[in-house]
């Protein structure tokens, strides 16, 4: 079965620093993809970044880039440059199953300080 | 090219009431799914449909709940005699294709008194 980890309930971030929001993850399929996903206080998940595990280079996607790392199963997401309208809640998720649903973490609150 | 669309956003009823949700996916996706996250909570899968098929259901979907995706178009998840248990958001997600990206609509949140 997949199971994503992410370990860091809650977290701040002075406004223009970068930051880093954990995630490890365990599957047992040689295929799989990895998804960061943010959630503002209204509620909508909007996506921000996948990885392929068999993507040779680390994904980015404007100021997010994924820390992709096999063989330590872990897919760190970076962002750059935080803004105050980065504060939410971030969720990594992976795929499983032929039917491709997504298996979440319990997320991490990020803060932004002006 | 519009996104996926949910109605209601917001939805307060009384225990044992029945309620239905209406999901419109981003058109041409053939694959949508259901998911519901309470609070403090990541979201858990409840259902999925490829066109018209639904294909897998989650344990979580006891049968108070049913859904539904005529012509492989809009979806609707009715529960029947809500609980206090069933107060959650509830998230639709369609995607294009085997392994795509799920995009999410705005969310229903369903409150049970």
């Known amino acids: 079965a997949q199971k994503i980890t992410q370990t860091q309930p809650g977290m701040f971030v002075q406004e223009k620093e970068a930051v880093t929001l954990d995630c490890t993850y365990d599957?047992?399929?040689?295929?799989?993809?990895l998804f960061w996903y943010k959630q503002p206080s209204s509620g909508e998940m909007i996506f921000l970044i996948y990885q392929g595990s068999y993507d040779q280079q680390n994904a980015t996607e404007g100021r997010y880039s994924l820390n992709f790392q096999k063989a330590r199963k872990s897919a760190n997401l970076v962002i750059s440059a935080s803004q105050l309208g980065d504060s939410a809640m971030y969720f990594c998720a992976i795929y499983a199953g032929n039917n491709r649903k997504l298996i979440w973490g319990l997320g991490t609150s990020l803060g932004v300080n002006p | 090219d519009t996104g996926v669309s949910q109605d209601p956003r917001h939805k307060i009823t009384k225990r044992g009431q029945n309620v239905t949700f209406r999901c419109d996916p981003i058109?041409?996706?053939?694959?949508l799914y259901w998911y519901r996250q309470t609070l403090g909570q990541g979201p858990e899968f409840l259902t999925y449909?490829?066109?018209?098929?639904?294909?897998?259901k989650s344990r979580l979907l006891s049968d108070r709940f049913s859904a539904e995706r005529p012509k492989g178009s809009f979806s609707t998840l009715e529960i029947q005699r809500t609980e206090q248990g069933d107060s959650a958001m509830y998230l639709c997600a369609s995607s294009l294709a085997y392994g795509d990206t799920q995009y999410f609509g705005p969310g229903t949140r369903l409150t049970v008194l």
């Open positions: 058109s041409e996706h053939n694959r």
């Open positions: 449909f490829q066109n018209e098929a639904q294909l897998e």
């Open positions: 599957t047992s399929d040689p295929s799989y993809g």
